[in-house]
Nanobody
Framework: QVQLVESGGGLVQAGGSLRLSCAAF????????MGWYRQPPGKQRELVAI???????NYADSVKGRFTISFDNVKNMVRLQMNSLKSEDTAVYYCNADCTLRSGWRSNNYWGQGTQVTVSS
């Protein structure tokens, strides 16, 4: 069993900052990548940022230069520092992890329950 526990969502004014955190719990052998997706109201879920166990990162163009993703492989935790927030950043943010269980033979994808980020203008 793998559980992703998210924290840090909330309400912030435009131009402000928030930091999201997501910790993976379970009998995890290895994590290939962790990242964040978001789903604005009435829209499709989209990639925000992803980081691999080798610290390679990828960002959506809409957040590049404003958001920073980092990974702690000791705590199995991914963090997303969000600066210069805009109203269009308002969405439910979902943590995602691609990992292999200690009893497994292949990697699988896991999702957090989502945390609301609301940016007021």
């Amino acid at each position: 069993q793998v559980q992703l526990v998210e924290s840090g969502g909330g309400l912030v004014q435009a131009g402000g900052s928030l930091r999201l955190s997501c910790a993976a719990f379970g009998s995890i052998f290895s994590i290939n990548a962790m990242g964040w997706y978001r789903q604005p109201p009435g829209k499709q879920r989209e990639l925000v940022a992803i980081i691999t166990s080798g610290d390679n990162t990828n960002y959506a163009d809409s957040v590049k230069g404003r958001f920073t993703i980092s990974f702690d492989n000791v705590k199995n935790m991914v963090r997303l520092q969000m600066n210069s927030l805009k109203s269009e950043d308002t969405a439910v943010y979902y943590c995602n992890a691609d990992c292999t269980l200690r009893s497994g033979w292949r990697s699988n994808n896991y999702w957090g329950q989502g945390t609301q980020v609301t940016v007021s203008s």
